[in-house]
C-alpha cells in the first residue's frame, strides 16, 4: 500500500515532533478523558475509557516510543485509530492538522539509532521545512506481529 | 444478474435444506422401506438444485440432478435401496456441506470434486440414464394428473361441460431464476382469474403463497375462451419459462370412471378405488404437517446485537436515574423509576427471548457424528437425545458445540465397548448415549451418559502418578471424585493407543477450560462397568449478570455474584501464612485468603485491622478476597475489553457504571 501516489495523513505532535497516520486508519479524535487503568496490562497501556457505550482501550505513546513522560495532559488528545476491526486510542499531545503527501515526499526511514524505535516509522514525510514521521501503526499496536515488548 | 444480495438467503436456506436432508438420511438407514423419506431426500435434492442453478452454482446442481435422479428411480422402485446407496447419499451430503461451507466463506464453491461421486451415482443407476427418462416423467405426469383427478373435480367438469365450458390442463414453468415466485404466481392466478375459473391448482394455493414449490405449477381451468387466449394471457407474464396449455377431453374422463366402475364390480370397486387413493393423501398430509414451522423471521445477529446494546444503555441509564433518586427523595421521581425498572426488566426479558436459541442447533450435527465415529470404530451405538427444544442464549451456542462434540467422541472411543466385549458383560450388544439438557433456573444443564465400561480409577492413578501431576504418596489416599479431576488436567489421556478419535492428549483439559471460561463447570460421575455421566452446567447468558461493586483504593471492580458464597469481615491478625500462602479459620475451615490489592497492583493498606472479605468459590474450592469497601450489587452488562486486551490475567470483561466510567469484572475462577 506503501506505493500510492498521494495519500492523506492525520498529523499529531509528541515530544515537539511530528508524525504522521495514514487517514484511512483513524475513526474519530478525542478530548482526553476519565481512564480506567487495566491492572497486568503493559505498562503503555494507560487504561481503558468508554467511548459511546464502548470500551475501548488507550494507549500512551510517550511511553510506547520510551519518551519523557509529560506533566499535563490536559490539552492532549486520543486520535481512535481501527486496525483489523480493532479499535484503539493514542494519546498524542496535539493534533489539529490533515496533510496529503505524495510518494515523491516520502522517504524510507534511515536505519540509525533514533530516540523513536525505528522500526515503528514506516517513512519520513517532507513537507517543506518540517519532518513528519508516518507511522506504521499495526507494528506500534503489535497487532500483526503480535510481540509485546514492554 | 447481481444475485449477491441473494447469496445470505441462499446459504441459510441451503443450510436448512441441508439439514433437513441429513435428518431424513439417517432415518432412512434405519427405515429403508420408508417411501416417504426417499421423496422428502428427493423434494430437498430438488429444491437444492433449484436455488443453486439460480445462484449459478454448477457443482451443486450438477450433483443434486444426479442425486435426483437415483433417488427417483428408487422411488419408482426401478431400483432397491442397500446400504451402499445410503452410503453414497451421505457422501454426497458431505460434498453438498463442503459445497454450502465454502461458498458461506469464500462465495464460490471450491475445488471439491465432485465428479468421481456422480459417476458412482451413475453406476448405481446402472445405466447413464438422464435427460430422456426425466422428459418422460413429465410426460407421464401430465397424464397422471388428469387421470388422478379427485371425484369432486370431475362432478364440477362434467356440470361445466354440460353449460359449454370447455377444460383445459395448464402447465406453467417457472423461470429459475425467478426471486419472487410466490408473487410471480399471484400475478399469474390473477391473469387466469379473469379470464376463466381455477378448479384445481397443484400445488394447493396455499402452498404457493409461502413459497413451498419449486418452479413448476400445474392447473385445470374451466372457462368458455379458446386454447390460444390463455397462452397469450399467460405469455404477458414475465419470467415464465414454458407453457403448456392442454384442452381436456371431459367426455372421456367421465367416461372412463364410469367404466371403471363398471368393469369392477360396481359399487366395490370404486371404494376399492378410493381406498387404494386414501394413503397416498393421508401422506401428503402428514408431509404438509411436517412442512409447518412457526411463523419466525430471520433478523440479521448483528441487528439483535444493536438492539440488546440499545437495552444495555437503558439499563445504564435506568441505574444511574436510581442514584439521582435517591438525593432527591421525590416521590414521584421514585415512582416513574420503579416504573421504568419494571419496563426496562421486561423488555430485558424480551430481549433475550429473541436471542434465545433452541439447543437443536448444536445437537442437530451429533447423530450423524455418532453413526460415522461408531462405524469407523466397530462399534455400535444408540444415540438417545432429550431436550432439544431447551432454549439457551445464541453466545452460548456458539461456545458449547466443540466441548460437547469432545465429550461424545470420548464417550464412544473409551467409555463403550466392543459389541464383543459388551456380550461377554452381559450387556446389550449396542450400546446407548444419552444426550440430555434441561433448563435449571438462570443455567442449562447438559449432560453426556454412556453405558460403557466407566473410568478406570486406577489407570488414572497411575496415569497421574506417571506423568508427574501427582506424587505416588499423596496420589495413594486420594478419593475416587479427586483421581476423576486429573482427567481434566492439561497432557492427560488414558488410551493406551493414539487412536484418530481422541486421545491426543489434548481433550478434557480444553472441555474444562472452555466451561469455566463461560462461566460453566463440568462434573463427572462414573460406575465400572456401568458407564460414565458428564455433566455441563452453564449459564443462559453471557450479556447481563449480577455483580457484586467492590472498591480498592479509588479503583471500583466488579465480582460475579454467581461465585460469591459470602461476605463477612475477619480480623487481620488471625491471618496465619502456611506454606506461602496466607489463610484464616473461618466456621473451622481453613480459608486462603487473597489480597486483591496485590492482584491489581495496588499497594497494600497496612493500618486496617477489621477487613472485609468477600469468599468465592469455583467447584469446592474457596478462597476469601480482601477488599477495601463494598458498594453493592448491581445488574451489569459484560463488555469486552476487545481483542488488544484479550488475556490480560484475571480480568474477565469489563461494564459501563451508571456515571458513565468503566469497571473491570473480575475474573474469579482465575484467582483459585
Known sequence: ?150 | MDVNQYLEIFIEEAKEHLQNMNENLLNLEKNPDDMELINEIFRVAHTLKGMAGTMGFEKVQSLTHQMENLLDEIRSSKIEINVDIIDTLFECFDVLEEYITSISISGEEGNIDSSGLVNRLNALLGNSKNEEVNEEQNEENFDDQIRDLEDHVINILSKAKEDGYKAYSIKIRLDENCMLKSARAFILFNKLEAISEIIKSEPSVEDIEDEKFDFEISLIVLTKEEKSLIEKEINSVSEIEKVEVAEINIGKIIKDQKESLGKKEGNKAFVKKNKSKTPSTTTNIKKKKNNIVGKTVRVDIDRLDNLMNLVSELIIIKTRMEDIGDDSKRQNMNEAIEYLERITTNLHDAVMKVRMVPIERVFNRFPRMVRDLSKELGKKVNLEMTGKETEVDRTVIDEIGDPLVHLIRNSIDHGIESPDERNKLGKDETGTLKLKAYPDGNHVVIEVEDDGRGIDIEKVRKKAIERGIVSEDRAKDLPKEEIIEFLFEAGFSTANEISDVSGRGVGLDVVKTKIESIGGIIETKTESNKGTKFSIRIPLTLAIIQALLIKLKEEIYAIPLSSIKEISTINSEKIRKVQNQEVILFRNKTLPIIRLNRIVGIEDNINKKELVIVIVKKGEKEAGLIVDELIGQQEIVIKSLGKFLSGIKHIAGATILGNGSISLILDVNSLL
Open chain 1, 1 to 150: 500500500m506503501s506505493n500510492i501516489n498521494s495519500a492523506q495523513y492525520v498529523l499529531f505532535k509528541l515530544n515537539d515532533e511530528y508524525y504522521g497516520i495514514d487517514i484511512s486508519k483513524v475513526k474519530t479524535i478525542e478530548k482526553i478523558q476519565n481512564f480506567t487503568r487495566v491492572p497486568n496490562a503493559p505498562n503503555y497501556v494507560k487504561g481503558v475509557i468508554n467511548l459511546r457505550g464502548e470500551v475501548v482501550p488507550v494507549i500512551d505513546l510517550r511511553k510506547r516510543f520510551n519518551l519523557p513522560n509529560k506533566n499535563d495532559y490536559s490539552n492532549s488528545r486520543i486520535i481512535i485509530v481501527t486496525v483489523n476491526d480493532i479499535d484503539v486510542g493514542l494519546i498524542v499531545d496535539s493534533s489539529s492538522e490533515v496533510l496529503q503527501l505524495t510518494a515523491e515526499n516520502l522517504d524510507n526511514p534511515p536505519h540509525v539509532e533514533g530516540n523513536v524505535t525505528e522500526d515503528f516509522i514506516k517513512h519520513i514525510g517532507k513537507d517543506g521545512e518540517r519532518l513528519i514521521m508516518i507511522l506504521d501503526i499495526e507494528k506500534v499496536l503489535g497487532i500483526k506481529t503480535n510481540i509485546e515488548e514492554s
